[in-house]
């Protein structure tokens, strides 16, 4: 009677998150907005990784990069302070909207990370003996935030 | 030893009481050791030195969720087997599963703001720990509610069974859904994506505090059974005719 009752519960439960589905996930990649079609002036989350050469820094903390998930690209504007992860081939999401250029202004920029936990000494002894899969160190920029702090640009 | 030899209060806190002080130090050693490890773990290649709020952060993460397991499972044991103690068990644990899901949302806070950026978002993650922690203490003001313990015992194991849905949301919240959190990194396909200088710290918390509660966790249910007792007491005093 418990197991049933329970089951029915574990259904319905599944059916109502799976309703959901569309405001549970926290951001949208900018594949998912070119399907979806948002428009502009409509709030959202935007994930994705930093294109790798795409940052460019202007004045008073602006900044502008490119989100890319792979297979789909969105331009992003945001002026303010940067969190310590973000930097090229970083996880981010940006919270703000399109302008009707279809530029994303955003008014905030989190930084994600992986679940890779390793010593920075290992980090490096993998990239040194060419095991680091993707452009770790090779994009290091500058930032204007925090005085020019020494960034190793590793993710997934 | 069986369950049913441990049903009996008595032999329950006799037992109890010859292994609790043997508890208490283990715990005590077990984390002053992890403690030690995690103050000299080294810094993560992206994080830096904000890594070793893991070594808090994630026992007291599994903890609040193993300890809505156990409550489970002694809700169970009221429902369908009528233990004696397993009511005691599930009302023992409530609050010291609050505590560690408590923990788990301030250290992952403190932890977030650094590396995210942010103390706070909406994440299904973060907001299924959240849920976790109200229901927690919806469950201890329910054990309150209801002045006759097994009545309260029934209406609050079957809330414990109803909210153990909640956990496997917590757990694969970050698989199903886009999430601000990363993915698992020890119990996960693949084996740990956690370099082993991270991981035997962490290890060795997580046994550290799995150890703290199940110490408290017993103290606890030693306290509830006395309580118990002393209301019973009060009772007959209360019901026997004055001179």
């Not at chain 1, 948002?38 to 930093?50: D, H, S, T, W």
């Not at chain 1, 930097?87 to 890779?116: M, N, S």
């Not at chain 2, 773990?41 to 709020?53: N, S």
């Not at chain 2, 809505?68 to 599963?97: C, E, F, N, Q, Y």
Request: proline share 5%; aromatic share 8%; hydrophobic share 50%.
């Amino acid at each position: 009677m418990i197991g049933c009752a329970l089951l029915v519960l574990g259904i319905a439960v599944a059916l109502v998150l799976n309703a959901l589905r569309d405001s549970i996930v926290f951001f949208s990649t900018p594949a998912m907005v070119a399907e979806k079609h948002i428009p502009a002036g409509k709030r959202f989350r935007l994930g994705g990784l930093v294109e790798p050469g795409s940052l460019q820094r202007g004045e008073h903390l602006a900044v502008s990069f490119k989100i890319s998930d792979g297979s789909a690209t969105l331009p992003v504007a945001y002026q303010g302070i940067l969190p310590d992860l973000f930097r090229e081939g970083q996880g981010v999401v940006a919270e703000g909207a399109l302008d009707p250029a279809g530029v994303f202004k955003a008014d905030t920029v989190l930084a994600k990370h992986d679940e890779t936990y390793m010593p920075k000494e290992v980090a490096d002894a993998l990239k040194k003996q060419g095991h680091w899969k993707d452009d770790y160190g090779a994009n290091a920029g500058k930032k204007s935030g925090d005085g020019g702090k020494s960034m190793q640009g590793a993710s997934r | 030893m069986t369950l049913i030899d441990l049903a009996n209060p008595t032999r329950f806190l006799s037992l109890t009481a010859k292994v609790l002080p043997w508890l208490a130090g283990a715990t005590a050693v077990l984390l002053i050791v992890g403690l030690y490890q995690s103050a000299m773990a080294p810094d993560d290649y992206q994080q830096g030195a904000t890594v070793k709020i893991m070594f808090i952060h994630v026992p007291n993460a599994w903890l609040a969720m193993f300890v809505w397991g156990i409550m489970s499972v002694a809700a169970l044991g009221t429902l369908v087997w009528r233990h004696p103690l397993a009511d005691v068990a599930a009302k023992a644990a409530a609050p010291i599963g609050a505590a560690f899901t408590f923990l788990a949302l301030v250290t992952g806070s403190l932890w977030g703001r650094p590396m995210w950026g942010t103390y706070w978002e909406w994440d299904a993650r973060l907001t299924s720990v959240l849920i976790l922690f109200l229901m927690y203490l919806g469950l201890m003001a329910l054990w309150r509610a209801v002045e006759d313990p097994s009545r309260a015992a029934r209406a609050a194991a079957i809330l414990t069974l109803v909210g153990a849905i909640n956990l496997p949301i917590i757990k694969f919240s970050v698989d199903w859904w886009n999430t601000l959190h990363q993915p698992a990194s020890v119990m996960r396909m693949g084996g740990s994506s956690l370099d082993r200088a991270f991981l035997v710290p962490l290890l060795v918390m997580a046994i550290a505090f799995s150890l703290l509660f199940i110490t408290l966790h017993l103290a606890a249910m030693r306290n509830e059974i006395l309580r118990r007792r002393i209301r019973t007491l009060q009772m007959m005093q209360a019901g026997r005719p004055t001179v």
